[in-house]
T-cell receptor, first 111, second 115 residues
Framework: RKEVEQDPGPFNVPEGATVAFNCTYS??????FFWYRQDCRKEPKLLMS???SGNEDGRFTAQLNRASQYISLLIRDSKLSDSATYLC????????????FGTGTRLLVSP | DTEVTQTPKHLVMGMTNKKSLKCEQH?????MYWYKQKAKKPPELMFV???????INESVPSRFSPECPNSSLLNLHLHALQPEDSALYLC??????????????FGQGTRLTVV
């Protein structure tokens, strides 16, 4: 089983739609969680950290469920510019920084 | 300044060549990383440095040799690579585990082609 798993997609949605991505992780000792965005042939860029209480940044909402070892990202009112690959990242090793990436979920927003 | 700078941006090398990739950050981060990314795949962790010491080596072949000369610099020395080593090599830095915010910032990467 992979340490961090995501549905690879692609998710094809129209502009203005709401879309949700899920991610599961296998190491229950994992301490910190992130969503990154990666555009084609570019480096990953931090979208948001994921906190236990859930957090929101504009149109983006992230949730963490430690009991189920599950992370989610909700994007509301999708824009064309949201088209990218969304990577779930988990710091999977206590005491060290071992950032492990999920396979990524590709999002395509169409007019 | 949340910038991680990698040089060169592109590199073509022969299988007998020796080359080095360089990475620099001035955010005061004490954890630095090398990742390898193949097309349509997520980044795969290669090495982690904490306080300039190697803390994680993900069973990377010895033809890849990392070096952390100081807290701002990270190098990856390449020797006798194979064509399948062609990939995007990403450097990242972050605060250490246990601090409040541990987000990692990535450089733009070096696109390596081995011929």
């Amino acid at each position: 089983r992979k340490e961090v798993e995501q549905d690879p997609g692609p998710f094809n949605v129209p502009e203005g739609a709401t879309v949700a991505f899920n991610c599961t992780y296998s190491n229950s000792a994992s301490q910190s969680f992130f969503w990154y965005r990666q555009d084609c042939r570019k480096e990953p860029k931090l979208l948001m950290s994921v906190y236990s209480s859930g957090n929101e940044d504009g149109r983006f909402t992230a949730q963490l469920n430690r009991a189920s070892q599950y992370i989610s990202l909700l994007i509301r009112d999708s824009k064309l510019s949201d088209s990218a690959t969304y990577l779930c990242v988990v710091n999977s090793q206590t005491g060290f920084q071992k950032l492990v990436f999920g396979t990524g979920t590709r999002l395509l927003v169409s007019p | 300044d949340t910038e991680v700078t990698q040089t060169p941006k592109h590199l073509v090398m022969g299988m007998t060549n020796k080359k080095s990739l360089k990475c620099e950050q001035h955010m005061g981060h004490r954890a630095m990383y090398w990742y390898k990314q193949k097309a349509k795949k997520p980044p795969e962790l290669m090495f982690v440095y904490s306080y300039e010491k190697l803390s994680i080596n993900e069973s990377v072949p010895s033809r890849f040799s990392p070096e952390c000369p100081n807290s701002s610099l990270l190098n990856l020395h390449l020797h006798a690579l194979q064509p399948e080593d062609s990939a995007l090599y990403l450097c990242a830095s972050s605060p250490l585990w246990g601090t409040e915010n541990t987000e990692a910032f990535f450089g733009q990467g070096t696109r390596l082609t081995v011929v």
